[in-house]
């Protein structure tokens, strides 16, 4: 794994570890951000409004897709699994699931106005082409938010995440998850997690790489208790001339 992706097999592994959390998948999130993973999500989500056509990449079991407002939403998820866990949830009428990958975004080009890539984005396999779908089917004028733990290039805050990270998430999911469930793990899947962390980068590889595709006014926030990091772009207005 490295800022840029993983290989094939290394992405198996990592929807293999997601698949296995899935039951228990936000009672670890609310743990191990003391309760903030909701707050984020649903101020990420305040940016979508009704008459905006959205897209999810990486739904997953639909804890961010819940909190959109907008009439038509198109959830992408690569897991069967996952998304059949948020299909009870979500309403019909407003989401389309689609089941794919990032990197190949089964829809028209300009044909959406925002997409939402909420830690999902340190999941894809190959995350310059799946920024170059993000701007292929976003309408110009069209924004893009990228949300995932916090990475800061370096100094106190990045030593206290990655402590975090490292060594305070992997006993918490003991916490969260029955001793029964946990036996049947060969790895534990939150080793995973803490893999995906450290081969991320920082938040500045995914502004650059938002960049180098061709988004302009790229900027990132920190969300609540700094643990988060919310990265948007919007894809240019074409000239008129
Ligand atoms: C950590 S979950 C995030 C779920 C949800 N967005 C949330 O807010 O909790 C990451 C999701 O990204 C999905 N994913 C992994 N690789 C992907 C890819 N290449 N393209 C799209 N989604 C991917 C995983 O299956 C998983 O459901």
């Known amino acids: ?19 296995e959390v899935g039951p228990y998948y936000e ?9 903030m993973v909701d707050k984020w999500r649903k101020r990420v989500a305040a940016y979508a ?14 804890n961010f897709t819940r909190h959109l407002r907008s009439k038509t939403i198109f959830a992408i998820e690569p897991s069967s699994d996952l998304s059949g866990i ?12 689609l089941k794919g990958v990032g990197e190949m975004i089964p829809l028209a080009d300009s044909s959406v106005d925002k997409v939402f890539c909420v830690f999902s ?3 894809f396999f190959d ?22 733990m916090a990475k800061p290039p370096s100094g106190p805050l990045a ?10 998430v992997p006993p918490l999911t003991r916490v969260a998850v029955p001793s029964v469930v946990r036996e049947r793990w060969t790895r534990d899947p939150y080793r995973t997690l803490v893999d995906t962390y450290e081969a991320y980068g920082s938040t500045r590889v995914y502004e650059d790489l938002l960049r180098r595709s061709g988004f302009d006014d790229v900027s990132t926030e920190y969300l609540g208790l700094n643990g988060a990091t919310m990265t948007r772009g919007s894809k240019p207005w074409k000239s008129m001339c």
């Open 121 to 123: 984005f340190r999941d």
């Open 159 to 168: 030593k206290m995440l990655e402590f975090h990270v490292k060594h305070m």
């Open 49 to 62: 409004k009704p008459e905006d056509v959205v897209l999810e990449i990486g739904s997953g079991p639909g």
């Open 27 to 35: 009672r670890v999130n609310w743990l191990i951000t003391f309760g």
């Open 1 to 19: 794994m490295d800022p840029q992706g993983m290989s094939d097999k290394e992405w198996h592994h990592v929807m293999d570890a997601m698949e």
């Open 86 to 97: 948020s299909k009870g949830i979500l309403d019909p009428e407003r989401v389309t699931f």
């Open 127 to 148: 995350r310059k082409a799946g920024a170059e779908e993000m701007i292929r089917v976003l309408r110009n004028g069209g924004e893009v938010f990228i949300v995932d």
